[in-house]
């Protein structure tokens, strides 16, 4: 072979080597870096920290099922004190915001001309009555003449068509005094039911008419009143059933929930559904002796249909909505967190009643959803009731 074939094939197995070396070089590189090699360095990341939640316990107890709606309290009666005679208003016999009683006076409307439309009749009775009197003595003296022919039968008639006539016009004398004490009455105006007054509406020495619409005073009564509040129609059929059972209670707060009013019981279901808004009206009575229900006052009404005796319940804020439905993540005894589903018979404002997925005694978080993943390492600290987190680790 010629000198410079050799060369040239010598720089190729130089080339050649040169590149099964560098292979094996950067396979060992890989090795050691990635492979698990003795010179693989452990991982230095740190671990992520627990998650701090708060959590409360699955527990059974009885749930009351209530209805809830908002309604006006009204009072049991109410009338507008008009006078039914027209006079001068003497005197105002009530203080503004004060409790009376039925019969109570009120009012004095100036009696001077009722009375003396009341004597104008006695009078005129009295007139007739002598006049009546002596048709009767007449009569008795023509019927004895006629016994004995010595009047004719026709006088005896006449006379005692007269008598007839004086009877009649004493009868009216009657029904004219009986009026006029009617009207005397009507001066003096009373209360007609036990209640509170409200504001004076006409002021003392005005004039007052019959057919005046305002009127002198309201007086509305407030022991016992009426709650009127709504519930969907979907109700109806099962307050109707239970109410079959047995009285209903209703308890009452004001409108923000902020402060319980007084509790009642259900009187009346209306006797029909209000087509409009889809609702039915119902009525409950209160006793109301604390005066804390006012007519008109707006409030949020709650009708107990029943109550789930030992329930399993869980706070509402523990249930979560997802793309599967409803969940609720349960810290494990090594404090964990597992994402479970659950099925909810109901959900209210404070509770949730758990039909399947949780137990009784499990721990279920209730605050610090966001921050954790199924898996997830957490810090749990029990929730007191109301709410308020308790000092120390829930075990």
Known sequence: MPKSQVRVLSRRNSVLAGLVAVVIAAGGVWYVLYGGGVAAKPDSRPQAPPVPVTVAMAARQDVPLLLEGIGTVQPLNIVTIRSRVDGELQKVMFTEGQEVKAGDPLAQIDPRPFQAA????????????????????????????????????????????????????????????????????????????????????????????????????????????????????????????????????????????????????????????????????????????????????FVTARLLLRTDEKALTVPSNAVQRGANGLYVYVVKPDNTAELRPVQAARLEQALAVISSGVEEGERVVVSGHLKIQPGASVTAKMAEPGGKVARGPAT
């Open 118 to 297: 009341l004597d104008q009749a006695v009078a005129k009775k009295a007139q007739d009555e002598a006049q009546l009197a002596n048709a009767q003595r007449d009569l008795e003296r023509y019927e004895a003449l006629a016994r004995k022919d010595f009047s004719s039968r026709q006088q005896s008639d006449t006379q005692k068509s007269q008598v007839a006539q004086f009877q009649a016009m004493v009868q009216a004398d009657q029904a004219s005094i009986d009026n006029a004490r009617v009207q005397l009455d009507y001066a003096a105006i009373r209360s007609p039911i036990n209640g509170r007054t409200g504001f004076r509406l006409v002021d003392q020495g005005n004039i007052v008419h019959a057919g005046d619409a305002a009127g002198i005073v309201v007086v509305t009564q407030t022991h016992p009143v009426s709650v009127v509040f709504t519930l969907p129609e979907s109700e109806v059929h099962d307050v109707a059933e239970t109410m079959a059972r047995g009285a209903l209670t209703v308890s009452v707060s004001s409108r923000d929930n902020g402060k319980h009013l007084a509790d009642g019981v259900l009187k009346l279901i209306d006797n029909q559904i209000d087509e409009t808004t889809g609702t039915i009206r119902l009525k409950a009575e209160f006793a109301n002796t604390d005066d804390k229900l006012w007519p008109g006052e």
